[in-house]
């Protein structure tokens, strides 16, 4: 295993909210992570769980510190570099799912395969392919408000894992789903970790989920507090 795929080496995160008033939100967090990891963060709320995960997928800038993502130093990268980055090699599912409302799922799901120009042949075979591994088909041409809260987070992990991307970043992505629903969406991105080699790492209070993953981080006021491999 690589295990340098992802490097986050004494990274600090403080907000400034006023004047003079400041927030920290990581404290020299240094981490390592191999590539096909299932890594779960957890953490009471406020511990920085959601500003880890913003910096390592570069919806964040780090106050100081480095992210290496397999071997590409992304922390000061600009802003057209960040996105193309995050177009082609991340993954995001959140928690409140997050579909675009207008689209359907099958539309949903090609959408970043579209904005690669990848070609409809291609795309149309990936939506078919990762739909069918993942029990979705019938649920292809529903507009997110015609699907459950279930139903639409799995069509959010088709679509972030469709254009087969390096690494997914799951913050909470249980949090409003019931623990049924909850513990089927994390079989099955316990599925595409293993079947497609994909590096997740996700969030989560739900001591059920936790247990899902390989290797567990825990933070506290922004610093790691427990870092269990397997
Ligand atoms: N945009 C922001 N402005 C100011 N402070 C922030 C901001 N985002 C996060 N913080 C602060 O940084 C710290 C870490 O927050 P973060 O959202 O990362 O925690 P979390 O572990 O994700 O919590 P939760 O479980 O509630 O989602 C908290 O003290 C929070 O108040
Ligand atoms: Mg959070």
Known sequence: MDNDFLLIEKVSKIFETGQDVRVVGLVELSLSIGRGEFVVVSGPSGSGKTTLLNIVGGLDDATKGRVVLDGLEITGLRERKLAALRRD?????FQAYNLIPVLTARENISYVMQLQNR???EIEERVEE???KLGIQELLDKLPNQMSGGQQQRVAVARAVASKPQLILADEPTANLDSKTASS???MMQKLNEEEGITIIFSSHDPLVISKAKHSIVLR????VENVFP
């Open 185 to 187: 969406l994390m079989d």
């Open 221 to 224: 006021d922004g610093v790691v």
């Open 119 to 121: 070609a409809k042949g």
């Open 130 to 132: 990762i739909a069918s």
């Open 89 to 93: 090699h991340i993954g995001f599912i």
